[in-house]
Every structure is written in C-alpha cells, then in structure tokens.
Nanobody, 127 residues
Framework: QVQLVESGGGLVQAGGSLRLSCTAS????????MGWFRQAPGKEREFVAV????????YYADSVKGRFTISRDNAKNMVYLQMNSLKPEDTAIYYC????????????????????WGQGTEVTVSS
C-alpha cells in the first residue's frame, strides 16, 4: 500500500519556524517530483512548493518564496518543508503530494496532476 505521511506540524508563534516531513512507503518516489500544498480554513487547497525528482529544480508560490525551503532525501524516501518567518496567514493543513512525472512543468499548481497525497499535518501560527 502506497502511503505518504506528513509530520512536524504544530502551534508556533509568528516569526517562528517549523520543519515538516513527509515519509513515503509502499514504493519509491525517487523518479517523481514531490510537492507541498496547503489548505487554510474556509479556503481552497493551494500550491506551496515543488521539487523535481533529483532535487535540482524547485518552484515556490510567491507567498512563501524566501521563507520556505523544500528538500528531499531519495535514499530515505522523504521530503521536507522548512518553514521560517512564519505568519498567521500560513495557518493551514499542509499536504505532501507526489507528481506523476519527474517535473511538473505547467502542472506545478494543478492538484489533479499529483497522483498520491498524504493526510496532512496541521500548522497553526499565532499572532
């Protein structure tokens, strides 16, 4: 059974940092781009960041650029999202997702182009 499991969420004050982890099991995703999305209360799911299959390319939403960093360890089948300078508007459930290709090209922010999803980890940033 293929699973993506996120961890590392929690409550943090504005300006603080969190590191989210995504552990994959059931198959390797070393050939897939891996991304992070988030969904705030009452809002639609939105793209956050994506990294290509070998870690050589990344792309970020403008809202997190310069504050968040995506990384991966293919040997461990894991993906990370380092979140710094957190703001209350970063409050959301964060989801890890595996794209169907090594790089999403024009499908970066298209949820339906990602074949596997985790259950999410909640991040709350207090002001």
């Amino acid at each position: 059974q293929v699973q993506l499991v996120e961890s590392g969420g929690g409550l943090v004050q504005a300006g603080g940092s969190l590191r989210l982890s995504c552990t994959a099991s059931g198959r390797t995703f070393s050939g897939n781009a891996m991304g992070w999305f988030r969904q705030a209360p009452g809002k639609e799911r939105e793209f956050v960041a994506v990294m290509n299959w070998n870690g050589g390319m990344t792309y970020y939403a403008d809202s997190v650029k310069g504050r968040f960093t995506i990384s991966r360890d293919n040997a461990k089948n894991m993906v990370y999202l380092q979140m710094n300078s957190l703001k209350p508007e970063d409050t959301a459930i964060y989801y890890c997702a595996a794209h169907r290709a090594g790089w999403p090209y024009k499908e970066t922010a298209l949820s339906n182009a990602y074949d596997y999803w985790g259950q999410g980890t909640e991040v709350t940033v207090s002001s």
